[in-house]
């Protein structure tokens, strides 16, 4: 065991994909321990995190046809290859486990996935690595608020991240306590070292958007104030504090349907159709410790499919766009000669979800793997 912990075998297997890693685990008790302690995995996580071609898209189909061979409700989309782009089977026992059919997605992280589920009284928030199969249901709170029928925790905002100062991983939610789900709203912070929620105290008067984006230790999401304006709300993760963050000014009343990154940079975009419609972005650039908007791409409504309600921009790589119409078409679109190539074949009704992934070692439960031996070099 001593020659396989030298210096060329820890590059070779920082560089294998997840599932290999996990394969050869199983292997023998050497493996097994070299693999599952946490430099290793730590060293694997920070080769993903520099190799944006690791990165893939997961796809979530609710309604997969009823006795269709392609009817597993979890892909991958891979942009990694030559090709341009592949799909692949994932796991197909996870329907199962969390009821993908009434699951939504609220976030991803470094191979963690942040699944919530309506369920009687509060919302199920579940954390997963599809990759080591390994799964976490979050302790719930009971709402002792109210104690009608119709009293639930509705939580409507929910993120995931990582926190570079504990190195650690942190669930924020925020929730409305009523009977109805109206009522005063609570944020709470779960660490995933830790085993409870800690609520914070100074909330912002704030309406959440449901979906959240994680950025350098952050969490954003799109927000509207007491007076329905709307701006981009952070969190760190580190000093658990907001800010308030005002949108680009457009003069127009501009309605930002929602947030992405570019280049490492925080991006808020919108899509409308009057006029011929146009589909506009800005970035967040940040110098000398104040923040402005820089306008990034700006894409012309003839060049885009028909109008739809609803756009999400899944990841922009390489100067081609990929995002998402009304949760079914998934469209990538070349910036460079103005193409549209539909990678989703949307000749049926359905439903999709779809987010970023990597494939990583990451624990649900301490967000590294548990030591069990110790590391040579």
């Avoid at 699944?115 to 390994?134: A, G």
């Avoid at 998934?330 to 439903?351: E, W, Y």
Wanted: aromatic share 10%; proline share 5%; with cysteine.
């Amino acid at each position: 065991m001593e020659e396989l912990c030298g210096d060329m075998v820890m590059e070779i297997l920082i560089r294998l994909p997840a599932r290999s890693l996990i394969q050869l685990k199983l292997t023998n008790k050497e493996w097994y321990g070299l693999i599952s302690h946490p430099f290793l995995v730590k060293l694997h996580l920070e080769r993903l995190r520099m190799d944006m071609r690791a990165a893939k898209i997961l796809v979530i189909d609710h309604f997969p046809p009823m006795g269709s061979t392609n009817g597993n409700p979890l892909r991958f989309i891979d942009f990694g290859n030559s090709e341009g782009y592949r799909v692949e089977r994932a796991i197909s026992n996870f329907r199962d486990r969390i009821c993908l059919g009434d699951t939504v997605i609220r976030g991803s992280c470094d191979g963690l996935i942040c699944f919530i589920r309506p369920c009687y009284k509060h919302d199920r928030i579940i954390l997963v690595n599809l990759s080591t199969k390994k799964f976490r249901d979050l302790p719930s709170r009971e709402n002792r608020n109210c104690s009608g029928i119709n009293c639930r925790v509705v939580a409507y905002a929910v993120g995931l991240g990582y926190d570079p100062a504990t190195d650690d991983y942190k669930v924020v939610r925020a929730y409305s306590q009523n009977e109805y789900g109206s009522g005063e709203t609570v944020v709470e912070v779960f660490a995933l070292k830790g085993n409870g929620w800690k609520r914070i105290n100074e909330n912002p008067r704030v309406k959440f958007s449901p979906m959240s984006l994680y950025l350098n230790g952050s969490m954003y999401w799109l927000a509207s104030d007491m007076n329905d304006s709307q701006l981009v709300l952070s969190f760190n993760l580190t000093t658990e504090k907001f800010l308030e963050v005002p949108t680009p000014e457009t003069g127009n009343g501009t309605k930002f349907l929602g947030l992405g990154i570019l280049e490492g940079c925080l991006l808020v975009y919108t899509v409308y159709w009057e006029l011929n419609g146009c589909f506009k972005a800005w970035s967040m650039n940040e110098s000398g410790g104040k923040s402005s908007w820089d306008k990034a791409f700006v894409i012309p409504g003839r060049l885009l499919p028909t109008p739809t309600k609803f756009v999400k921009v899944i990841c922009i790589k390489n100067g081609k766009i990929l995002f998402c119409l009304d949760g079914s078409d998934l469209i990538l679109f070349d910036v460079k000669d103005g193409t549209c190539q539909f990678l989703i074949n949307p000749g049926r009704h359905f439903q999709y979800e779809f987010t970023m992934y990597v494939e990583s070692l990451i624990s649900p439960y301490t967000g590294m793997a548990s030591p069990s031996t110790q590391l040579k070099r």
